[in-house]
Every structure is written in C-alpha cells, then in structure tokens.
C-alpha cells in the first residue's frame, strides 16, 4: 500500500507532468467539474501531500493508546496533533511555500517517529516502511518547489 501512495507524488513531481498529459488525461476535466479554472498539477500534489501529512500523527495515537500511560506516552499522544496543524495552513498556501512547508512537515514527522522508535515507542518496521516513503514523497514535492530547483537546494531552504 505504502508504494502505491507513491503513485501520486511521483505522477505530479516535476518529472511527472514533463511525461504526462495530465491535462488531457484527467485535470481539464477536474477543472470543469471543481469549476476551478487555475486548478494545475502542483496544486493537487500539495493537496495530496497534506492529506498524507495529516494521516502521520494517527498511528502515534493507535500507538499510545494501546500501551500503559506514561509521560512519553503523553508527548506522543501529543505529537500525532501536529502533522494535521501543519497540513491545515499549507492546503490554502500558494507554491513553492505549500510545497516546501509540506516537504519541512514530512521529514519533520520521520524525525519524531525515528525519536520516538529509539525510546521503544514505535515498531522498529514502522520506521523501515516510513523512511523510503518520505525520501520518495519529499523528493516529488520539492522537485516542483522554486526554493529546491532554483539552484540553492539545501542552503536555498535553510535561508
């Protein structure tokens, strides 16, 4: 499933709309239907990526619920409000920000997941299936953000 969820960041990086009609194929069609005119591929990439940041606080949730409670437990219960709080606002922002706050929220969220598998709070597999998934996921995002391509990549992001 989890490379499956690839498909669409993949399909709408930058890579992806050079090698897909995406207008003919189904985004003239959405445009219509949405009546949103200005509708174009990055903006659905970022739509999706929201929707996928929002789901990475969840699992905390299952997680701290299903064990004894502890302060750790709490933090956690905690942290899987996060992602979603970040989501929110990117939605509605214009790119290159959405993509870059979306690309800063993943990898933000691999960061606190690998913090919360080294105190035993997460399975170790989950952070296996997480951390291709956020390089790939990233990778797409940030290969249609102006803050990446522009030539600066990481020192462009950090400025």
Known sequence: LGAGGLVPFAALSK??????????????????LLGRPSLNATEVQVTYGCAILSFLGGPHWGFALAARATRARAVQLLWGVVPPLVAWPAASTPAPTSLDVVSAGLVSSLVAD??????????????????????VATASLMSNSRTWTSGGGFGAFFK
């Open 114 to 135: 690998t913090c919360f598998a080294a105190l035993g709070l997460v399975p170790p597999a989950f952070l296996l299936l997480r951390t291709p998934l956020t390089a």
């Open 15 to 32: 890579w992806g709309q050079e090698r897909v009609d995406h207008e003919r194929l189904w985004l003239g069609r959405a445009r219509r």
